[in-house]
């Protein structure tokens, strides 16, 4: 191990634990300043997010949300590409689910389930498709072509919504309401098929198995497929893949296809698992808090799960400060915006401290 460098296990598990512990500190110390109680703010953030089944299912709702999300900043990164377009590409997924639901007719919520997946993720990674394009073809960087198309998406769906999805005589700009036999199992119907009890309020569904099913999958496509070896090796040093071969053009729209697909999935989960209908604020900004949990979980998917659920319990957590204690929200979102700090934009801050302490360890 060199100067400056930290074994893996450290950078992956050591390194974003100290990122959160310093940012709860800090969240203490204001929660402290306004005459509240830390500890109790926390006890109450757990006991509200993993105290009951009511709490996880909340918590499993919205960490299903930016699996998908922080999956699809994960895969782009793994190719150094930064896709910050997983909000744009989510909204659009959505109007895919919302036309394959309202359309067509189908007998069962199963089938309506596979094409409503596929729509989302065909629609995400169309919207993709073109930043991707773009980025390999014109040379107009990533970040600003998804940063606008985030913009589009949101004008494009309101106009859709108002002009031409949404009911006669209606003043909301959302769609009719999806046919029942689209509906998905709520996460307690599935597990009262093995007689394990589970509130019946929260919208968790079987979304949520599907995001699970997705990090296997994207873990599979990166580490064990020759596209993967290609994506991760066009990451580490585009001069040196096209050299052995591999076309830089090929690999930036294969990545932002596939990191556009995951993102419209999201839609599945929110529109057709959620709201049984397409409403404008259907994303409600998991496509950006997707970034930090692709930036905490180190673009790994087992670490992307981790910290979807963390991220999940500060939404569910915060929910309930907000509710039974006189926190103000925007305080509530402050605490968010620390985890998203220091987890992203100052994790070097964090870092370096931790590799000066294994390289003087490893000098003795």
Same mark, same amino acid.
């Given at each position: 191990?060199?100067?400056?460098?930290?074994?893996?296990? &450290?950078?992956?598990?050591?390194?974003?634990?100290?990122?959160?512990?310093?940012?709860?500190?800090?969240?203490?110390?204001?929660?402290?300043?306004?005459?509240?109680?830390?500890?109790? &703010?926390?006890?109450?953030?757990?006991?509200?997010?993993?105290?009951?089944?009511?709490?996880?299912?909340?918590?499993?709702?919205?960490?299903?949300?930016?699996?998908?999300?922080?999956?699809?900043?994960?895969?782009?990164?793994?190719?150094?590409?930064?896709?910050?377009?997983?909000?744009?590409?989510?909204?659009?997924?959505?109007?895919?689910?919302?036309?394959?639901?309202?359309?067509?007719?189908?007998?069962?919520?199963?089938?309506?389930?596979?094409?409503?997946?596929?729509?989302? &993720?065909?629609?995400?990674?169309?919207?993709?498709?073109?930043?991707?394009?773009?980025?390999?073809?014109?040379?107009?960087?990533?970040?600003?072509?998804?940063?606008?198309?985030?913009?589009?998406?949101?004008?494009?769906?309101?106009?859709?919504?108002?002009?031409?999805?949404?009911?006669?005589?209606?003043?909301?700009?959302?769609?009719?309401?999806?046919?029942?036999?689209?509906?998905?199992?709520?996460?307690?119907?599935?597990?009262?098929?093995?007689?394990?009890?589970?509130?019946?309020?929260?919208?968790?569904?079987?979304?949520?198995?599907?995001?699970?099913?997705?990090?296997?999958?994207?873990?599979?496509?990166?580490?064990?497929?020759?596209?993967?070896?290609?994506?991760?090796?066009?990451?580490?040093?585009?001069?040196?893949?096209?050299?052995?071969?591999?076309?830089?053009?090929?690999?930036?729209?294969?990545?932002?296809?596939?990191?556009?697909?995951?993102?419209?999935?999201?839609?599945?989960?929110?529109?057709?698992?959620?709201?049984?209908?397409?409403?404008?604020? &259907?994303?409600?900004?998991?496509?950006?808090?997707?970034?930090?949990?692709?930036?905490?979980?180190?673009?790994?998917?087992?670490?992307?799960?981790?910290?979807?659920?963390?991220?999940?319990?500060?939404?569910?957590?915060?929910?309930?400060?907000?509710?039974?204690?006189?926190?103000?929200?925007?305080?509530?979102?402050?605490?968010?915006?620390?985890?998203?700090?220091?987890?992203?934009?100052?994790?070097?801050?964090?870092?370096?401290?931790?590799?000066?302490?294994?390289?003087?360890?490893?000098?003795?």
């Amino acid at each position: 191990m060199s100067r400056g460098r930290i074994p893996h296990w &450290a950078d992956v598990t050591l390194v974003p634990l100290t990122s959160v512990v310093l940012a709860f500190i800090i969240s203490g110390i204001l929660i402290w300043a306004i005459g509240e109680s830390p500890w109790g &703010a926390l006890k109450l953030m757990v006991e509200g997010a993993f105290g009951s089944s009511y709490g996880w299912g909340y918590t499993l709702y919205y960490a299903t949300n930016f699996i998908f999300t922080g999956l699809a900043v994960a895969v782009a990164f793994q190719a150094r590409l930064f896709n910050i377009g997983g909000e744009g590409q989510a909204l659009v997924g959505g109007l895919g689910v919302a036309l394959v639901c309202l359309y067509i007719p189908w007998p069962h919520w199963s089938l309506a389930l596979i094409a409503a997946s596929l729509g989302a &993720a065909v629609f995400g990674a169309g919207w993709a498709l073109i930043p991707g394009y773009l980025q390999a073809r014109r040379g107009s960087h990533i970040v600003i072509t998804t940063i606008m198309f985030n913009f589009i998406a949101a004008s494009l769906l309101g106009y859709v919504l108002v002009n031409v999805l949404r009911q006669q005589g209606s003043q909301d700009p959302s769609s009719p309401r999806f046919p029942s036999d689209t509906a998905l199992p709520k996460l307690h119907e599935i597990l009262g098929v093995f007689g394990i009890p589970f509130s019946t309020v929260p919208p968790v569904n079987i979304s949520l198995l599907i995001a699970v099913a997705m990090c296997f999958a994207v873990w599979f496509m990166l580490w064990r497929t020759r596209l993967g070896y290609q994506i991760r090796a066009f990451g580490e040093s585009e001069p040196a893949a096209e050299y052995a071969g591999i076309s830089p053009v090929r690999i930036t729209i294969y990545v932002m296809l596939i990191s556009g697909g995951l993102a419209g999935l999201m839609a599945v989960n929110s529109v057709m698992g959620e709201q049984q209908r397409l409403v404008l604020n &259907a994303v409600e900004g998991a496509g950006f808090i997707g970034i930090a949990v692709a930036l905490m979980g180190r673009n790994h998917p087992l670490g992307v799960f981790l910290a979807a659920v963390l991220f999940g319990f500060l939404y569910q957590g915060g929910a309930e400060l907000a509710l039974w204690t006189g926190i103000p929200r925007e305080l509530i979102v402050v605490i968010q915006a620390l985890v998203i700090l220091f987890t992203g934009a100052l994790d070097n801050m964090v870092r370096i401290p931790i590799a000066r302490l294994f390289a003087l360890r490893g000098a003795r």
